[in-house]
């Protein structure tokens, strides 16, 4: 025998449950790990498990595949599904196209209701400083913002009545001396040769046929749906002005809100600083504007114009447009004063002249000087785009969005730049 070798003629003395020669040994039943399928005699698995792999094992299926159906041998094993299917992809992307242009579609119809939402936010943010000033005096948030709005609307009224009497005044007066106009032109010589030379009775009264006369009605109806649809578009103004200053509180709330809680407080710094430099604006172009007006008012009185008061609102509210309102106001008054006299006319040149040197050195920088610091260039350039996207009320916004773009830019973009 070999040295080292184990002896196999009996059982271990030390080992009494060792099996003999030839028989096989006892093995205890495997404990099967955690999760693993039940096993049946043999070591094969339960009837219940045999339908799929166990869990755990590289066949198994994810909890995100499809389930796996059994099938047979015969044209081999599937493969494992393709989790993102070209065709899928491709009708998802071309959902959100025509969602896309769904939503283009919606907001140009809706511009029109759109810039009334934007006026009316803006009118509110420049009148909430007013309505804060008599809540400090004790009167409610609501009986605030009706004052204000009664101050607004009868503001409103009076400008009205301001331009409308003379707008009428003058038509009738034309009407009434047209035939006098009519009468001595025919009695003009060198009119009834231009007359006789080019036939203008006659191409007169082929003009005037009935798609002449539908033309003019068209004008007439387009002239009143103009004018009411001006009265709906005023009162819807005022009704959204109303409301955003009653709720402005609470909107202002909910837009912080929005914003994730670890930047809250700096946005909210950042939003009210924007709402407070908006509504001094407001304010500074009002008091600016009420300024020229008047001053307008007590120039035309000394002149002898026609219809003080109503040059007086068309300057104020000329006045309220950044850049060029000032000057277009100017020369509507300088054209009534030559239509009036030559000296008055001279006289409303000079006066305009020396009074926007007044505005612009004196009266607007100690006005505006606390509200709003915007770079001259980015205050022209932002007026002109204004009015080349929304008109008028592009260059009434045009400033407090520069400031309020400028603002940013100083505390939030530029700090970022710096720190990278």
Not at 27 to 46: E, Q, S, V
Not at 255 to 265: D, N
Not at 353 to 380: C, D, F, G
Not at 393 to 401: E, H, Q, S
Request: net charge neutral; charged share 15%.
């Amino acid at each position: 025998m070999a040295q080292g070798e184990p002896t196999t003629h009996g059982p271990d003395p030390e080992r009494p449950d060792a099996p003999r020669p030839g028989e096989e040994p006892d093995r205890p039943p495997a404990t099967a790990p955690a999760g693993a399928p039940a096993r049946g005699p043999g070591g094969r698995p339960d009837a219940a498990d045999e339908d799929g792999p166990p869990a755990g094992s590289a066949d198994a299926p994810d909890d995100d595949d499809p389930p796996v159906f059994t099938v047979s041998g015969r044209f081999g094993r599937p493969g494992r599904p393709l989790r993102r299917n070209s065709f899928l992809v491709g009708f998802t992307g071309g959902l959100g196209v025509l969602l896309a242009y769904t939503v283009y579609l919606g907001l140009r119809n809706a511009a029109g209701i759109l810039v009334l939402v934007v006026i009316a936010l803006f009118l509110a943010v420049g009148l909430n400083p007013a309505v804060l000033r008599l809540r400090r005096f004790g009167l409610p948030r609501g009986l605030a913002v009706a004052v204000v709005a009664l101050t607004v609307l009868l503001l409103l009224c009076g400008g009205v009545l301001a331009l409308v009497p003379p707008i009428v005044t003058q038509s009738g007066q034309f009407v009434e001396q047209l035939p006098s106009y009519v009468e001595a032109l025919r009695r003009n010589e060198a009119v009834n040769d231009l007359v006789e030379r080019y036939d203008l009775m006659e191409r007169v009264q082929s003009a005037a046929n009935a798609e002449t006369v539908g033309r003019a009605l068209g004008g007439v109806l387009g002239g009143a749906q103009l004018i009411f649809g001006t009265i709906f578009r005023a009162l819807t103004v005022l009704v959204l002005t109303i409301y955003f200053l009653v709720y402005f509180d609470k909107l202002r709330a909910l837009g912080y809100a929005v914003v994730p809680a670890s930047r809250r407080e700096r946005v909210r710094l950042i939003g009210d600083e924007i709402l407070t430099k908006v509504g001094a604006y407001m304010v500074g172009a009002l008091t600016i504007a009420v300024l020229a007006g008047v001053s307008t008012f007590v120039f035309a009185l000394i002149a002898g114009l026609p219809y003080p008061f109503a040059l007086a609102v068309v300057v104020a509210v000329a006045d309220l447009i950044p850049q060029i309102g000032a000057t277009l106001g100017a020369v509507i008054v300088s054209l009534v004063g030559f239509a009036t006299d030559l000296p008055v006319g001279i006289a409303c040149v000079v006066f305009f002249v020396i009074y926007q040197q007044v505005e612009n050195y004196l009266i607007y920088p100690k006005i505006m000087r606390r509200s709003v610091e915007v770079n001259e260039v980015a205050a022209l350039v932002a007026a002109l785009l204004g009015v080349a996207l929304m008109g008028v009320v592009g260059a009434l916004l045009a400033i407090p969005l520069v400031a309020a773009v400028q603002l940013i830019l100083r505390e939030v973009v530029l700090p970022r730049q710096e720190s990278r």
